[in-house]
């Protein structure tokens, strides 16, 4: 075959020798038919939209309900959740695959009624192969969880609960809307660490009214929790929030940038000195144990079923999300239709570009990972950007990794993006 501009120089021009296939058979080997069925294994993605709070940085689209109404809107919304899951099983033949990891996330899962998580557990392993023990991640959070829902959580094999406390300071949680305090959020932590399930806890820098001593005190508490994992995300502010509001409306300030780095800055120490290892630049787990499966899966490409309202997915080069809105997302469940409203095909360079901003999340970069899969030395075709990189402290290079530096790190997805960049900009 042709391979390069020099073999070419060297060829004589010639009509013969027609292409039929590449590669070329003698390349080829023997298999059995069974081996083209899709047997590889996949993640699962639930979402539940529903909170008892309206949090005001809170970018999700959920439905704030209590009250009477609770129990019947949410039970709907539970059989098209089973439904749908039953449906997608039988199409796509998801059966056959094992699913490796698992994650309820919404909203408000723990809003939901015992009865009503067994039942969204049934349908799981109902419709699907769970004999690899996958990963089950359910979200929490700390005004709605019981001690009778984190039991009923265990008996469905639930190995990690992902809980949102964002702050320990008892203003800041309250100028942010959320029904808890410091007080309620240690009970809540309390109460799952005693049934025995790893746990993270979710905080947020750059909170309104947050403060130096504020932040620390927050870091702080969190480490004496003892929790297998933290997560400590940075306050994103997004159109549809009351924060975006009352920044444009001059009513609400947030930290400045400075403050914000400084306190993920802070919490990156205090949390690496209390022997918590970071496994991308936004979350630790204590001793590097307990690893996640799920996110790192995603960000690595892996088939992803996404089920329930709004819900994102993928299968193969597909993107996908569901409608988001609820009552269509009912009908279309309840008539027997599946719910995806748009999709996106990656391209060859997309799937590129998404591996490298994705993954660059991980602190580590396999590059012979990434050859593999591309066919392309990233660090043959981004030198300069890397050398740049390395340069401004934001990397170190290793011979067949990429490493963000505690800077990488603090600079959140900078380093990924600029090799994003890099390879748009070879590519176009
Ligand atoms: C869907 S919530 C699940 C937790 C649960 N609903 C709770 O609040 O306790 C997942 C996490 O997203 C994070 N989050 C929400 N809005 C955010 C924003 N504007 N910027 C960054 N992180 C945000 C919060 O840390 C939250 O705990
Ligand atoms: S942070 Fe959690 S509880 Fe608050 S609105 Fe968002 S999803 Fe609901």
């Known amino acids: 075959m042709i391979n390069t501009r020099q073999d070419h120089d060297y060829w004589d021009p010639a009509r013969k020798g027609f292409i039929t296939n590449y590669p070329n058979f003698p390349h080829w080997k023997r298999i059995e038919a069974t081996q083209l069925e899709d047997t590889r294994p996949f993640n699962i993605y639930l979402h539940t939209p529903f909170c008892i709070q309206r949090c005001s940085y809170c970018y999700y689209k959920t439905i704030n309900l209590r009250g009477t109404e609770k129990y019947e809107r949410m039970d709907r919304y539970v059989n098209a959740l089973c439904r749908e899951i039953e449906l997608a099983s039988q199409r796509y033949g998801l059966k056959r695959r094992p699913v490796l990891s698992i994650y309820f996330g919404g909203g408000t899962p723990s809003l939901l009624y015992e009865e009503q998580i067994e039942r969204v557990g049934r349908a799981l392993y109902d419709n699907f192969d769970m004999s690899q023990n996958p990963e089950f991640t359910m979200e929490a959070e700390p005004v709605t969880i019981t001690k009778s829902k984190a039991d009923t959580m265990l008996s469905l094999k639930v190995n990690r609960m992902s809980m949102g406390v964002q702050s320990f300071d008892d203003e800041i949680i309250q100028a942010s809307h959320r029904l808890d305090s410091e007080k309620k ?12 399930v790893p746990l993270n806890i979710d905080l947020m820098s750059g909170l309104a009214g947050d403060t130096t001593e504020k932040w620390q005190h927050s870091v702080q ?5 003892g929790v297998e994992s933290v997560t400590v995300y940075k306050t994103e502010l997004y159109s549809n929030t009351e924060y975006y509001r009352g920044v444009r409306n001059q009513t609400l300030e947030l930290p400045s940038d ?10 990156l120490r205090e949390l690496i000195n209390a022997d918590y290892v970071p496994w991308s630049f936004f979350s630790y787990t204590k001793r590097g144990g307990h690893q996640h499966v799920h996110s790192p899966s995603i960000f690595r490409g892996d088939d992803c079923a996404a ?7 993928r299968y193969g080069d597909w993107l ?26 990656l391209s060859s360079l997309d799937s590129m570009i998404r ?11 396999d590059l012979r990972w990434f050859q593999q899969k591309h066919g392309f030395k990233l660090e043959s075709i981004c ?14 290079m290793e011979e067949n990794e990429i490493r963000l530096t505690e800077k990488g790190m603090v600079y959140g997805d900078y380093a990924g993006k600029s090799l994003a960049r890099a390879l748009m900009a070879f590519y176009n």
């Open 307 to 313: 089920f329930g309202v709004s819900a994102f997915g």
């Open 383 to 396: 030198a300069t950007t890397l050398q740049q990189l390395q340069a401004d402290g934001f990397i170190e």
């Open 258 to 267: 400075e403050d914000e780095m400084a306190s993920m800055r802070y919490s």
């Open 355 to 365: 591996d490298v901003v994705l993954c660059m999340k991980l602190v580590r970069f």
């Open 221 to 225: 508490r969190t480490i004496e929790t």
């Open 320 to 345: 996908y999300q569901n409608t988001n809105d609820e009552e269509k997302y009912i009908q279309m469940a309840e008539a027997g239709e599946l719910p995806a409203q748009r999709g996106y095909p």
């Open 185 to 196: 959020a240690l009970k809540a932590i309390d109460l799952v660490l005693q049934t025995g």
